[in-house]
């Protein structure tokens, strides 16, 4: 780790802690009293031309200033004389710079520098591709240096060390603190330019700061205050006071994004209303005649909590997580025919025409002898067949819609919409569901489905405002599936038992990566797969090929032959990635599977061992993209979707999984989803609790909250205006 990084490492910087939205004030008298939307140029060490700088990173008054936090920290603490050193530990040591050396390497160019100690000794510091370096590295210069040494032929050696320059009269001993912040840099701005701002400012401004949280709240929930947090976090005395400082703003952040969310909740509950839906014995019964199985306990469960929701005139806001195979459909037809049965219409949207055309094609069957009226959506539609459609689905005639998620930017009339379900949503995080839950004009009830199963943290923040269920069993008479990582020379052994388990009558995907949304689309290797295996190994079968730039009715006529049984063998893009239901399909070959995410590999292989023949799954992958091997092996471990998506996330982090764009929420400044899992249930439980004590937040003491709440989130979850 370098102290002064050349490629300026800015974070983006936000009002999250600003509590100052008035413009800049004009110049003002210096010795007036301090304020914290003062300009930069009131405090001590920065003139015109520094501030000029920090505006660079976002920095224009005080208040952003003291919320700049730390990066990083070093630890000085343990410090040691040469002959004190001992290997292998975080040790740091003083001295003044005697030479600095340039040369080339295999490891790329090396900085060698020669450090006299100034308590004895000589020892030397060794840095690679790190040529910036040596700008600041003045003969005579005085310095610390904080690293691990090794004893290299009698001389200890510090491998990137960090440093920390001093000035001639600082004592090393008195006016050092024990841990030294690094901020993120800008051009001109160096760490001790930043260490001595904060210096200067903390005791004038720290002082004017706004606690928001109640003397009570802190310590129900062991927070600092605010006075104490603020400059903790940028001269911590030790480790222990700093976690506690950066405790209390992790908190807050999460706090007021699970109190945005508990508003959302209870504003859902209170101000929006739709049909009650109520069960009845009689429905019931009607309902459940049509299943050709007996529900799973889990199914039933999820049911129960279901039809609790939606007897009730406020919308049911449920997320069903569920995983793959487990029989979310079912689920969902229920809902379905129950709004049906109270004479409300329902809507079901797949995220793709095959996904759609399957839960059309389902509930034909299942409708087969009832007068339901289906209408279904699509986008290829003739204009007259479209006028049909929407037409049936104004006069109510029709009864249940069913397409693509397409539905959603049409804006159709029903006559009384009750229900919406949306399957394989987890990509949609809070903000694209406001926009789904004003079509017609009723509120309706609303069953958002998903196959992936995401870590709780991030339900807890994604789908926070949403009611969960969970459904973790998968129906009786499953059979195991194995999964294979297999190697090139294992390609022979494998079409050996795909053929014989062909011949037996079971089907076969094969799965090749390609990128589909890019312009040049090249169906070469997906084409040149079908050939090889056409006239290879699967020579004596039926083949057929399935990418995304087929047209709607080309897939569904290759779909229909595979479902049929006619071909045997799929060799398709990852097009059949969601929610496709073939049970007979017991074989899987996935190519190329480091280009595959572990959820996207789980989707995939829920493809097979939905019948009542156990499944096969063999990955092939690049052993040139050995990173992708343990995401391969946990994958191979095991068929649990829930273990997966904590995997996943441990190995990824949130960051992929939670794409900005995707879900709409600002970013977090220092909470982080992963490594403060804990804090965010607590605050989960800490705002539901305080929302419910005080639904407007219209207390004394909870205006601030609510002020952070509105500027933060008050647009985004579309708030209005709270109470
Ligand atoms: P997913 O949750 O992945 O959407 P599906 O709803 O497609 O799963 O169901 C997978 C398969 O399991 C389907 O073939 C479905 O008919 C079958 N299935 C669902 N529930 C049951 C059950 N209770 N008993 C037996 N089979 C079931
Ligand atoms: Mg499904």
């Known amino acids: 780790m370098n102290w002064e990084p050349d490629e300026f490492d800015v974070t983006r910087h936000d009002e999250t802690f600003s509590i100052y939205e008035e413009p800049l004030p004009r110049e003002r008298p210096k010795f007036a009293t301090p304020l914290l939307s003062d300009g930069l140029t009131y405090l001590k060490g920065v003139g015109p031309a520094r501030a000029e700088l920090l505006t660079n990173i976002g920095l224009n008054r005080v208040s952003d200033l003291l919320f700049y936090f730390p990066r990083d920290y070093v630890d000085l603490t343990d410090r040691r004389k040469m002959e004190d050193l001992s290997e292998g530990h975080l040790q740091t040591i003083l001295g003044r710079i005697d030479t600095t050396e340039r040369k080339s390497t295999r490891r790329g160019s090396m900085l060698r520098m020669g450090m006299i100690c100034e308590e004895g000794g000589y020892v030397e510091a060794v840095w690679f591709n790190q040529m910036y370096l040596v700008e600041q590295m003045g003969h005579g210069r005085r310095l610390l240096l904080t690293g691990k040494p090794r004893l290299d032929q009698n001389r200890w050696v510090f491998t990137h060390p960090k440093v920390t320059y001093l000035e001639e009269n600082d004592n090393p001993n008195a006016a050092l603190d024990p841990i030294i912040p690094i901020y993120s840099l800008t051009k001109g701005i160096q760490q001790h330019h930043f260490r001595k701002i904060f210096r200067e400012s903390l005791s004038i401004y ?50 007021i994004l699970q109190a945005a969310l508990a508003i959302r909740r209870l504003q859902h509950q209170t101000m929006l209303s739709a049909p009650p839906l109520p069960v009845s014995q009689k429905i019931d019964t009607r309902i ?29 806001n449920r997320l069903l997580q569920g995983d793959v195979g487990s029989g979310k459909t079912v689920v969902a037809v229920y809902a379905m025919l129950l709004a049906v049965a109270n004479d409300y219409q329902a809507v079901f949207m797949a995220p793709t025409e095959v996904l759609a055309r399957q839960h059309l094609r389902t509930l034909t069957q299942m409708l087969e002898e009832s007068r339901v009226k289906i209408a279904p959506l699509f986008g290829g539609q003739k204009p007259a067949e479209r006028s049909k ?16 998620q397409a539905i959603v930017v049409n804006d159709l009339t029903f006559d009384k919409l009750g229900l919406v379900v949306i399957d394989e949503q987890h990509k949609f995080g809070v903000r694209q569901r406001a926009k789904l839950k004003s079509i017609g004009k009723t509120d309706p009830h609303f069953l958002v489905m998903t196959a ?43 079409w050996d038992f795909v053929r ?13 990566p390609l990128v589909e949304e890019s312009d040049v689309f090249d169906v070469r290797s997906l084409t040149q797969v079908y050939e090889s295996l056409a006239n ?19 897939k569904e006529h290759v779909m229909m032959k595979f479902r049929t049984g006619e071909t045997q063998v799929l060799v398709s893009t990852s097009v059949i990635e969601v929610g496709v239901d073939v049970p007979n399909a017991s074989l ?36 040139n993209h050995p990173d992708a091997l343990s995401r391969l092996q946990a994958f191979a471990k095991t068929t649990d979707g829930f273990q997966l998506a904590e995997t996943d996330f441990e190995l990824r982090g949130p960051g992929e999984l939670l794409g900005t764009q995707q879900h709409g929420l600002p970013p977090f400044r220092i909470a982080d989803l992963k490594r403060d899992r804990e804090i965010l249930q607590q605050t989960r439980t800490a705002a539901t609790e305080f929302v419910r004590n005080d639904p407007g937040l219209a207390q004394e003491e909870h205006k601030k909250i609510r002020r952070q709440i509105l500027s933060r989130y008050g647009k985004v979850l579309d708030l209005g205006d709270v109470g």
């Open 288 to 316: 459940r005649r049509l299943f050709p199985f007996t529900l799973t306990e889990a199914q039933e469960k999820v049911i129960r909590e279901i039809t609790a929701d939606m007897s009730e005139p406020v919308p049911m």
């Open 500 to 512: 014989k388990k062909l011949t037996e009558g079971r089907q076969c995907y094969v799965v090749v």
């Open 452 to 494: 992936t199963p995401i870590p709780r943290s991030l339900t807890m923040t994604l789908f926070g405002d949403l009611d969960v269920s969970v459904m973790n069993q998968l129906p009786p008479g499953r059979q195991k599936i194995t999964t294979y990582l297999a190697d090139e020379n294992q390609r022979e052994k494998w």
């Open 389 to 404: 459609v929407l037409a049936e689905i104004e006069s109510g005639e029709a009864k249940m819609i069913v397409g693509t």
């Open 536 to 554: 290879g190994p699967l020579e004596a079968f039926s083949l057929a090929v399935l990418h995304g730039r087929m047209s709607n009715e080309e």
């Open 206 to 255: 720290v002082p004017l700061l706004d606690e928001i949280f109640s003397p009570d709240f802190r310590a129900q929930n062991e927070l600092l205050p605010i006075h104490e947090a603020v400059p903790f976090i940028h001269f911590p005395p030790d480790f222990e006071t700093l976690e506690k400082a950066k405790r209390r703003f992790i908190f807050q952040e999460f706090f």
């Open 588 to 623: 899987m070959t996935i190519e190329n599977a480091e280009r595959f995410g572990l959820a996207q590999l789980h989707q995939l292989r829920g493809r097979i061992g939905r019948g009542k023949h156990p499944g096969f799954c063999t990955v092939f992958s690049d052993p």
